[in-house]
């Protein structure tokens, strides 16, 4: 701070939200300075002004002059913010950019429905080109923003992965639906373009890929919809969760001032109280603005209750101002119980939503899992059988090598050791090491050690492989090294020699503790009986039926896929690992090679488990009914107790009070997503379909 007067202080200044005088800290100035030039520095923790995620403080620094005549005046500096970080705050705005997303995809429906192609018409097709440009530009922009999207919300740790797996997995039909769209546009568009690609093919063809894209995108829509309910549906039940645990803290302190009568803990009741109903007030708020995407059958949710609450805040804060405490506990209590009511109410709620619409689409699901589960169990029973002729092989091996497996042993651990100190070699006598041939080097080394390592616990399978992991490194060593010795200059060619000899020893080690282990490791019909080899028959026949049941699977898991986004590219990529690793143990048991077969076999169990298992929770929905939900990663834990019932709850509609008449959300659309979802009566469902898409143009 300077002035031409003179400085006589300077104060931070921190305004609180809620606070009635700001805080003031006189800042302590450098020693030795100019008076009219006041220097220094202060930290300041905003852990001290004990701010709650969400809250905001305004801080500015001032400063008063040395003007004994005039009087000091005071000159402020720019006031700043700083917000504390609030992830729900962050959870709601991406509750609202989903909506806004949704609605995106409903605007790119209106477009599509809008703008069919004309498949049988040539003069039409050529001027449909900038209509179907216009929509590939519309998929482009709505698959930028889910990516935008779905990347904040896997960083939302408030975000549930099956909402997030339902996003993925609609991106993903985005992206294929726009690929394929640009492909066949650029055909339709394509300058000097041959006339036989003008053929009723090709606009059949462009036209059949709008026609599945407007298909996969309604059934997206209809199921995120639905979808963003249920989430509403649980960010109410939460925020319910929420205001009966602050009712409990109240309950304890309403029974400690009933024992103390402390005047402190009265200002402090009538804090909490106050909070309270501010708790109130925004649950009430929560509760309109998710009506509006509930059927009519969910609206009530105690609504009527939550209501007459609101009175109730302020007839306990009354009852504690007049000193009647048995009444106040009575009012809390009752309080706590309407909570509680509308609480089960909305666990009913989410269990029964949607439940007729997908109750065919969850029946799919069960008998779907109950596919996996098949084929998991015989692919369990599969590895059981190879691992026991596994045993016996290994058995039988070890006893044809006799005595002379310690010396092996022996004999293979001191060429490791060999082995080992020509890699050091190479780091100590070598040229400098970087990049590619640091790396080699390293994960040699490391191999050599397992190895080592697994020779001493005589595992013999594990050191074979660390073996020929180390031998592909020192050969891909001694590859770099004979080109550095190519290409390099004169200055550093005796170290490149030295460093290619060692290698080249390396390798030459490496490569005899490998014939020595191979020994180990016979043809399967040297050691095992007819029977046996038979049974391993056997065993690779059943591996390759089951890998092709597997890719049956596969299939059908896309089909599904197509009605619903509930798998996405990761739920096919883990199908696609099992059905590789069935692939490697047919080979594999082909080779001889029974250790990495039963290996094979047991990670193709291990996935199909895991996809087997993601299936029956995403059939059962909500606690068996409802939704199906998406294959995420698990679900996220909440403190409620779903295990209540719904109770007495009144099934007819409340009318709960709008958060902003003036901001009232655009009902028409919602209207007719809705009105979409009911069924249609028997032989009309295609008339309806066509009147429903004639209006959301």
Known sequence: AKDDVGVSDVQLVIEKSGATEPMRVTLPAAAGGDTKTLEGSYRWSVAELELKPGEEVRFHLETSDNDTINGPKKSSSE??????FSARQRHEQLLAEQREVLNDMVALLAAELEHPFPREDVAKADKAAPDQQAIVDKQQGLLGRLSELTS?????????PQVIAAFDNVREHLHKANRERSRWLGFLTKPNRDPGLTSIALRRSFSDAQINATTQLEKDILYLDDLLAIQNIQELKESAEDLKTAQRDLQKMLAEYKRTKD?????????????????????????????????????????????????????????????KLDEAEKELEQLANQVENMMKATDQAEKEFGGERYDGLRKELADFAKDFKEIEEQQKDLADRSEQILKDYRKNAAT??????????????????????????????????????????????????DMDELLEQRDFSEAHQAGQQAEGNEHEMESMLDDRIQYGGRETRGQQESAAKSAKSALERTREVNALLEKLFPAPRDVLSQDQMQQLARNQKKQSELQQQAQSLGQKMGKLSEQMPLFGGEQMGQL?????????????????KLPSAAASERRAAEALGQLRDALEKASQGNDGGGIPLPLGGGQRQSGNDKSGSSGDSSKQDVVIPQTDKNRAVPRY??????????????????????????LIK
């Open 400 to 449: 044809r090598a006799g005595r002379s497996l310690d010396e092996l042993v022996k004999k293979a651990r001191e060429k490791t050791a060999e082995a080992l100190r020509e890699i050091d070699a190479i780091e100590r006598e070598g040229p400098q090491l970087y990049g590619k041939l640091r790396k080699s080097v390293s994960e040699s080394r490391q191999s050599l050690l």
């Open 669 to 694: 659309r919602q209207e007719l997503l809705e009105a979409a979802k009911q069924k249609a009566p028997q032989n009309y469902e295609d008339a309806v379909r066509k009147y429903y898409e004639e």
């Open 263 to 323: 005047p402190a803990m009265k200002a402090e009741m009538q804090k909490r109280i106050a909070e309270l109903g501010q708790k109130m007030k925004e649950l009430i708020i929560k509760m309109a603005q998710i009506k509006e995407g509930l059927p009519g059958e969910y609206r009530n949710m105690e609504a009527g209750s939550m209501l007459a609450a609101e009175d109730q805040v302020d007839r306990l804060n009354q009852l504690i101002a007049e000193g």
């Open 79 to 84: 006031t700043r913010k700083l917000t504390v």
């Open 152 to 160: 904040a919300m896997h960083d939302d740790k408030l975000s549930t």
């Open 576 to 592: 696609q690992a099992a059905r590789g690793e069935m692939g490697k143990a047919v080979g594999q048991m082909q080779d001889g």
